[in-house]
């Protein structure tokens, strides 16, 4: 299911939005890497700063509808989580980030 982003013309409130966009992913991430169940994981991502642009070329797809981002790379990366750590730990730091 597609949702469609907001109209949001101005584009001083566009940059605030790509900011937070990008505090929240550090945020998480940090959190993710100093997690001790957790961190093993994010440890073992690949090109770190390569991987968090495609978490916020994503984030700024869905909630700005900029084209940098198909949504598909992001949702190919949650194969890497075990379904347990997605459900009890994952969704947990992902509230404690925003």
Same mark, same amino acid.
């Given at each position: 299911?597609?949702?469609?982003?907001?109209?949001?013309?101005?584009e001083a409130?566009?940059?605030?939005?790509?900011?937070?966009?990008?505090?929240?992913?550090?945020?998480?991430?940090?959190?993710?890497?100093?997690?001790?169940?957790? &961190?093993?994981? =994010?440890?073992?991502?690949p090109d770190?700063?390569?991987?968090?642009? /495609?978490? $916020?070329? *994503?984030? +700024?797809?869905?909630?700005?509808?900029?084209?940098?981002s198909t &949504?598909?790379? =992001?949702?190919?990366?949650?194969?890497?989580?075990?379904?347990?750590? /997605?459900? $009890?730990? *994952?969704? +947990?730091?992902?509230?404690?980030?925003?």
């Amino acid at each position: 299911m597609q949702l469609d982003a907001p109209d949001i013309s101005d584009e001083a409130q566009r940059a605030a939005i790509e900011i937070a966009i990008s505090d929240c992913v550090q945020r998480f991430y940090a959190k993710g890497l100093a997690d001790p169940l957790l &961190g093993p994981i =994010f440890s073992a991502i690949p090109d770190l700063p390569a991987h968090l642009e /495609i978490i $916020k070329n *994503f984030w +700024s797809r869905s909630l700005l509808g900029t084209e940098r981002s198909t &949504g598909c790379e =992001f949702l190919g990366l949650l194969k890497f989580v075990p379904r347990p750590l /997605i459900n $009890k730990f *994952f969704l +947990s730091l992902l509230l404690r980030s925003s």
